[in-house]
């Protein structure tokens, strides 16, 4: 009975910890910022995996930058011409709008730290993804 509670009260503590660590997602991020553009409200189908890791990003760059695209539905990712499989239907991918070479080297710099596998350059955009089953080889393409 006794180590029963020790245990708990460690696993609460801990608990505790670690809520106390981390930044709600709402005060970094407003889900808006990762609709899908033609469905108000669908920014909320970002994965909670994923959602901790940009906050982890957004701390390493220490910088705000603006989402082109998160969360997309099959219409949409249709209409960008977004690839079958995408990472955006299943809220695990974002784009980054970056304005120079320096942007570029902090994402991909940040997103590699962070432990995003899937990473797309873009001239204007840097595309971070994750793998849900982790499935997938690691890699970086170009656009
Ligand atoms: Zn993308």
Known sequence: MKISNTKDSVEYNLNTLIFQNS?????????????????????????????????????????????????????H????????HSNHLKGLAVDISIRNSADRYRIIWAALQVGFTQIGIGKTFIHIGLDHNNNKTPRIWLY
Do not use: A, W
């Not at 990712?77 to 079958?84: A, E, K, L, P, S």
């Open 77 to 84: 990712n249709r209409r960008v011409g977004g690839v079958t």
């Open 23 to 75: 930044i709600p997602f709402e005060e970094v991020f407003c889900h808006s910022e990762f609709d899908s553009k033609d469905l108000k409200g669908s920014g909320i189908q970002m994965k909670e995996s994923f959602r901790e890791k940009l906050i982890e990003l957004n701390k390493l760059t220490e910088k705000r930058y603006k989402i082109n695209s998160g969360y997309r539905t099959i219409r």
